[in-house]
């Protein structure tokens, strides 16, 4: 069964503070992983896709890196305005469907 | 902001009435989904389109039907509310073949009382 789970639940951060989000999956034949940020009250934002292990995206502060069971968000000196809940999600080769992980939330502090 | 408009945004009805949410898009997108989320559960399939008057189930499609009559229009049906169907709705599309990103609408908060 595809499957995604996200750790931790909830990340507390001074700004300027470094950390890692985690996205662990099963799925048989991955087709793509991607990585959303939703803020509240409002829809996902789509960030990245990775396809392949070892693959790497980048944009501003975020860095996703992608293993053959894992992929993690870097979030490098955030800020308060990187504060939101992060989705990981996959497909699989097989489906049209996406699977979702319960997402992180995370809280950067001035 | 990717072309999708979701409406009604709040939507407060009874239960054993019926509901429909729409999802409507610009992009001339194949794929068209509709997902809820509720605390603790993430987000979670309902129902799917590939194509107009070409649907398929998710994980959570018991008690909601849908409609694709037109590839701009994506319709979700609650046929009799319950209160367990208290949610937020979201309507995402996505463009062919292969792992294309999804885009996501702004959300239909729907209250069943």
């Known amino acids: 069964e595809d499957q995604v789970t996200q750790s931790p639940e909830a990340l507390r951060l001074q700004e300027g503070e470094s950390s890692s989000l985690n996205c662990s999956y099963t799925?048989?034949?991955?087709?793509?992983l991607f990585w959303y940020r939703q803020d509240p009250g409002k829809g996902p934002e789509f960030l990245f896709t990775?396809?392949?292990a070892g693959e790497e995206k980048e944009k501003e502060r975020l860095k996703a890196t992608l293993t053959k069971k894992e992929s993690f968000l870097h979030i490098t000196a955030p800020k308060p305005e990187d504060s939101a809940t992060y989705l990981c999600?996959?497909?699989?080769?097989?489906?049209?469907?996406?699977?979702f992980g319960t997402g992180t939330s995370l809280t950067v502090i001035p | 902001d990717a072309g999708i408009t979701q409406s009604p945004r709040h939507k407060v009805t009874e239960t054993g009435t019926p509901v429909t949410l729409r999802c409507h898009q610009t992009?001339?997108?194949?794929?068209m989904y509709w997902y809820r989320q509720d605390p603790g559960h993430g987000l979670r399939l309902i129902h799917y389109?590939?194509?107009?008057?070409?649907?398929d189930k998710g994980e959570v499609s018991d008690g909601y039907s849908v409609s694709r009559s037109k590839t701009e229009d994506f319709l979700l049906t609650l046929e009799s509310a319950t209160s367990s169907q208290t949610s937020v709705y979201f309507c995402?599309?996505?463009?062919?073949?292969?792992?294309?990103?999804?885009?996501f609408g702004q959300g239909t908060r729907l209250t069943v009382v």
């Open positions: 995402a599309i996505r463009g062919g073949q292969g792992a294309d990103e999804a885009f």
């Open positions: 799925v048989s034949g991955l087709r793509g």
């Open positions: 990775l396809y392949s």
């Open positions: 999600a996959v497909q699989a080769i097989t489906g049209n469907q996406f699977y």
């Open positions: 992009e001339n997108h194949r794929y």
């Open positions: 389109s590939y194509g107009v008057k070409d649907t």
